[in-house]
């Protein structure tokens, strides 16, 4: 579990004055915390910029670590979704402590934005754990949590409506189906695996209410990437299609 700073003085205050707007506050408020207890327990996204303009959202199944804030920092963290300096500076120990997928999906990110591609990271469920098996027990034993948290996924696809979404690793694409059956339309078999998918380029698409689309793709976890490597240019080329 990772702490936010100790002590919010002013030199933290004056770090986090950018704050978001109100009413997208009402949006992100909603997203963060749980309507029982107001604890904050989900990470809808993480944005380095302007979630709005984000090309692609790079989706992973579920965000680590678990991070434990005050009650009176919902909004400090709301702000830090947004900025990813300062949810670094919020909680120093971050990218020490989290999983390789969310690691490589901010390495992912900061290649596709070298390109030119600006994106946002995200999860299929938002209710974040400390690993995949705990994820799973949270399921059994805190069922309505981790319905909120697959819940929050699609609200946050409703209201960024972004050009593409990347899945990457194989339980993301699992939930993704399992749970959004109905919401997207898939090109081909359901039962191509990710390699598979990943070799194909676009697999599916989202058709949203006022006529946009979601292109969808997949590749194996973003684990693997690493600066420069070549096996993922195919697939940034792809994404780097959806620029206006």
């Not at 402590?97 to 999860?123: C, E, P």
């Amino acid at each position: 579990i990772i702490k936010v700073i100790s002590r919010m003085d002013n030199r933290y205050e004056r770090m986090f004055m950018m704050a978001i707007s109100v009413g997208f506050y009402k949006y992100v408020s909603k997203w963060v915390s749980d309507e029982q207890t107001g604890k904050v327990m989900y990470r809808p996204f993480e944005a380095n910029e302007n979630p709005y303009k984000a090309i692609v959202f790079i989706v992973g199944s579920h965000p680590t670590p678990l991070l434990e804030l005050p009650d009176d920092c919902t909004q400090t963290y709301a702000n830090a979704l947004v900025n990813r300096d300062e949810f670094q500076q919020l909680f120093p120990d971050y990218l020490m402590s989290t999983s390789r997928d969310v690691k490589g999906a901010v390495r992912f990110s900061d290649a596709l934005k070298k390109k030119g591609i600006s994106s946002t990271i995200s999860y299929v469920n938002a209710l974040s754990a400390t690993n995949l098996t705990q994820l799973k027990k949270q399921k059994k034993e805190n069922g309505e949590q981790f319905k909120r948290g697959v819940e929050i996924f699609k609200e946050v696809v409703e209201e960024f409506k972004p050009p593409a979404i990347l899945l990457h690793g194989k339980y993301a694409l699992e939930q993704f189906r399992q749970n959004f059956l109905g919401y997207f339309i898939e090109f081909g078999h359901a039962s191509r695996s990710i390699s598979e998918l990943e070799n194909e380029g676009m697999f599916g698409k989202i058709i949203h209410d006022d006529g946009k689309e979601t292109i969808l793709y997949a590749c194996k976890s973003l684990s693997y990437f690493k600066s420069g490597d070549e096996s993922f240019t195919n697939l940034i080329e792809q994404l780097k299609e959806h620029k206006v």
